[in-house]
């Protein structure tokens, strides 16, 4: 399976991951919203931007100016970061 079409499959959120997202982009977007976000990012993003260091996925979308950080085993989305323009 190729990773990209794993993680949409299996990503799964906590509580807090929904507050830390709002947090560092600075939104107040409902849960539902945050999970089409993180989908439509994660759809968007050719899977050579798609990196594994240790044991997280990282995957950068230019286009949304956004960092993923998925916890490999979990497919937990862990956190959100703004790229730099």
Do not use: H, Q
């Amino acid at each position: 399976m190729k990773i990209k079409s794993e993680i949409l499959s299996k990503i799964c959120y906590t509580d807090l991951v929904y507050g830390r997202v709002n947090k560092k982009l600075k939104t107040t977007y409902s849960n539902s919203e945050i999970e089409n976000l993180i989908s439509n990012i994660i759809i968007e993003t050719d899977e050579n931007a798609f990196e594994k260091k240790g044991k997280n996925y990282y995957l950068s979308n230019f286009k949304y100016k956004i960092k993923i950080t998925i916890n490999s085993y979990t497919f937990r989305l862990i956190t959100v970061d703004k790229l730099e323009a």
